[in-house]
């Protein structure tokens, strides 16, 4: 007999970052979609890791991460956001920042809880709720601002409901949560067994003067958050997968028992480089300006063009409208720029469980100026 098995994902595909990367590789265009950059990492990372190897660090770390490198980021939180958190109990190293929301997801969840989350959302989010038997609860976010309607919230508690995810820098939309935001995030939350899902992958991505809000600012909200970070975004280096979580330490104790017996430990030469990089403050303080000028860039460029800009506060990202410009959906209009015009975005539809067409894509401007601007050349002629 063939074995045969019942799928815990079954209305999930491929995701659009790789569909759409795919589809630009085929038709040769420039690819705006999938967030990465297509400019180099610092060199001296690249020696770190190597030299880390010749050095002989080619075997297992600790399971929760090199403790120097623990270290280094208990001494970053701290600096930015005035926390300290104990690198022995707090932090965990993981391969990537998908991996540790997933992880806190898997940690916390019992099928038939519920998971409140803000569409559009990262692709990750339902189906981690979903295969842990768990029942997302897709909000729509405000259009065109992208905010949270905290009466929907307020409204959509119950005695299921076990997390929240928060992801500020947003992804897709680069809106930043406010303060009065985590105001009434903690009013909703206070005296409910609710924990916080914080994707803070884009922590440093930040413009125009505004500060990234951090759960690990406030004592009340940390302790009831899995707050996730990524260093591909911060170093650019979104191919080497590795990130960390931090959490209170019951939180976190839980989230190792998991982690354990899923990956162990990370890559052990990164870490060594990483450990030994991450003192180099100038580095990660710079990125919001260094992308700021990449969004304003293509922002300038992209006034040649029809489409109209949604503002962007943070991330790689920032939407365009094309109203007036098509009336397909918003995949099918990403199909015909990478098919017709050369330029790869994606589909903001895509962030969302419920079709919607709201005539938005998303633009990665984390590249180089001539690869922006040629882009922008290309989409001049739409
Ligand atoms: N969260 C968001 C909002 C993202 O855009 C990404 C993509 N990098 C991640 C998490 C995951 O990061 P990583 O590549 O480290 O898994
Ligand atoms: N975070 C990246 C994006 O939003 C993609 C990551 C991935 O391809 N899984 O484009």
């Known amino acids: 007999m063939k074995p045969h098995f019942i799928s815990k994902l079954p209305d999930v595909g491929t995701t ?5 990367s795919v589809l630009s590789a085929k038709h040769q265009s420039i690819n705006l979609g999938q ?18 190897m010749r050095q002989g660090h080619n075997q297992y770390t600790h399971m929760n991460g090199l403790l120097a490198l623990r270290q280094q980021i208990a001494n970053k939180v701290n600096e930015l956001y005035h926390h300290h958190i104990n690198p022995e109990d707090e932090i965990t190293v993981t391969p990537g920042g998908t991996y ?46 992208y905010r949270i309607d905290w009466n929907l919230v307020k409204s959509s508690v119950n005695n299921k409901t076990k997390a929240i995810i928060i992801n ?22 206070k005296d409910k067994n609710i ?31 899995f707050v ?24 976190m104790k839980e989230f190792r028992k998991v982690h354990q017996y899923n990956c162990f430990c990370c890559n052990t030469p990164v870490q060594y480089a990483l450990a030994n990089f ?24 992209m006034k040649n063009t029809r489409f109209k800009a949604l503002p962007s506060m943070g991330s790689y990202f920032q939407l365009y409208s094309y109203e007036g410009i098509s009336k397909k959906n918003e995949k099918d209009f990403a199909i015909e720029l990478t098919e017709t015009y050369g330029v790869t975005a994606i589909p903001v539809s895509a962030f969302y469980k419920k079709p919607v ?18 882009a922008a050349g290309r989409l001049k002629k739409v």
């Open 16 to 20: 659009i970052f790789t569909e759409m």
């Open 35 to 52: 967030g990465f950059p297509d400019f180099g990492m610092d060199d001296k990372l690249i020696s770190l890791t190597t030299d880390a």
């Open 100 to 145: 540790a929301l997933y992880t806190a997801l898997t940690t916390i969840l019992q099928p038939g809880d519920e998971v409140i989350l803000f569409e559009p959302a990262y692709d990750s989010y339902i189906p981690n709720i979903e295969i842990n038997g768990a029942i997302a609860v897709p909000l729509s976010l405000t259009f065109p601002d």
């Open 168 to 189: 500020s820098p947003h992804n897709p939309s680069g809106v930043l949560l406010q303060k009065e935001d985590l105001v009434a995030l903690k009013e909703i939350l």
């Open 195 to 225: 924990f916080i899902i914080s994707d803070e992958v884009y922590e440093h991505l930040v413009f125009d003067g505004q500060s990234h809000l951090s759960m690990l600012q406030d004592p009340e909200l940390y302790a009831r958050s």
């Open 228 to 251: 996730c970070f990524s260093f591909g975004k911060v170093y650019h280096c979104t191919g080497w997968k590795m990130g960390y979580c931090i959490a209170p330490t019951d939180l």
């Open 278 to 301: 991450l003192s180099n403050k100038d580095h990660y303080l710079q990125l919001g300006s260094l992308l700021q000028q990449k969004r304003d860039f293509f922002y300038d460029q």
């Open 357 to 374: 067409n709201n005539k938005v894509l998303r633009f990665c401007f984390a590249k180089k100026e001539s690869t922006l601007l040629a």
